[in-house]
């Protein structure tokens, strides 16, 4: 059966550039995730580079925001081992980059 909403895996480029900057492409991916309408897929070794690169003292986020959007995405997205090689050609598709 295929799933009526798209499934994604997130760069950690793109959670680092929605933090630095609420207006731009990155953000409005977030944005599709917390709103339900791309299903997210994260692996226990993508959390874990999420937690380590935006952590670093050079972006200067906030610890809780950083927790928050990690938790946000567990809760919402779904678990797997590997990560499927065709999300970036739906993201590529969708938001014509």
């Not at 909403?5 to 929605?18: E, G, K, Q």
């Amino acid at each position: 059966m295929i799933s009526p909403v798209p499934p994604i895996v997130i760069d950690t480029n793109i959670l680092v550039s929605a933090l630095i900057s609420a207006g731009g492409l990155p953000a409005r991916i977030v944005g599709l995730v917390k709103g339900r309408s791309v299903q997210t897929r994260y692996s226990d070794a993508i959390l874990e580079e999420y937690r380590t690169v935006l952590s670093r003292p050079k972006f200067n986020f906030c610890t809780e925001d950083v927790q928050d959007l990690i938790t946000g995405i567990v809760r919402i997205g779904i678990p797997v081992n590997t990560i499927p090689s065709a999300v970036s050609i739906f993201v590529r598709k969708t938001f014509k980059t």
